[in-house]
């Protein structure tokens, strides 16, 4: 088979952590009598860390470094505390990593959430097969920096072009692009399939078992 690897996104691909994400900075903005935000709007403020998150969510469009970094510690805090309550497997998903895992394909997650959260959620919902699990740890590192996608490669010992990125975001589509790896897109996470297709998407999967033909081909 051409491709050996695949490198998930986590948050919208693999999981729907939406509801988790929006109950937890609802939290930190109740507390300080900011605005808050229903789901549909928290998928677009997800995609590129929680710092991120943080910004798009108060109410100044330029807020102080003072305050992003105050409610960045209570987000984490906070999120830290339920970040598995709601969240779960998007239906085929343990099916798609099990049937990868049966093929023998190297398969790894890349996620833009905090590394100890990546590692958290993984573990609780996903199966133990999955290595590399990499979160962010550095911000400067963050998708698209094809950076951390390049090192996952040499863990599992394959080459870029070898290997698969599956994510539900431009920003997945970029760093695949940016890791000359192979881009496919998810059409059940937080961007819709006009956006992925746009941001240069190989394939869209309409449901996880698709991958495979991929794979196989």
Known sequence: MKYKAVIFDLDGTLVNSIKDIADAMNVVLEK????????????TFVGSGVRSLVVKALPDANPKDKEVEACLNDMMQVYSEVCTA???PYEG?????E???AKNIKVSVLSNKEDTLT????AFLLPEFLSPVLGLKVEVDKKPNPKVALETCDAMQVKPEETIFVGDTD???LVAKNANMLPVGVSWGFR?????INAGSKHVLEHPSDLIKIVTS
């Open 119 to 122: 590692k958290k959620i993984a």
């Open 171 to 173: 920003v997945d589509i």
């Open 86 to 88: 709601k969240t779960k």
């Open 192 to 196: 819709d399939k006009e956006s992925l």
């Open 93 to 97: 998903i343990l099916e798609l990593l």
């Open 32 to 43: 300080r009598q900011y605005p808050t935000y229903n789901y549909e709007t928290y998928k």
């Open 99 to 101: 049937e990868l895992n």
